[in-house]
């Protein structure tokens, strides 16, 4: 069992930065691969960003790449957003996620939740 929890989340102009947290409670933390998504309002939850279980290895949605980076603090238990370069598209509830066997980009694959945080965008 994995217990998530989001932070960081708030309201931002275009153009500006948030760094989300997410930190895990829970056995073996390091095994999991972890991922990033986002649902906003009549949308399906999307796939943001994922990071293997070292954090040698990430992968992004192509509306991300080169603004977002993931990366992860295994001995603080903890995986983090950084999101460069705000727009208005990017306005969701934030979640972070964690999967026990190997690389996944569908969110049906992962077991374990957050609760969320809201990312608000402003033009």
């Known amino acids: 069992q994995v217990q998530l929890v989001e932070s960081g989340g708030g309201l931002v102009q275009a153009g500006g930065s948030l760094r989300l947290s997410c930190a895990a409670s829970g056995r073996a933390f390091s095994r999991y691969y972890m991922g990033w998504f986002r649902q906003a309002p009549g949308n399906e939850r999307e796939f943001v960003a994922t990071i293997n279980w070292s954090g040698s290895a990430t992968d992004y949605e192509a509306s991300v790449k080169g603004r977002f980076t993931m990366s992860r603090d295994n001995a603080k238990n903890t995986v983090y957003l950084q999101m460069n370069s705000l727009k208005p598209e990017d306005t969701a509830v934030y979640y972070c996620?964690?999967?026990?066997?190997?690389?996944?980009?569908?969110?049906?694959?992962?077991?374990?939740w957050g609760q969320g945080t809201q990312v608000t965008v402003s033009s």
């Open positions: 996620a964690a999967r026990s066997s190997g690389w996944s980009t569908d969110p049906n694959r992962y077991e374990y």
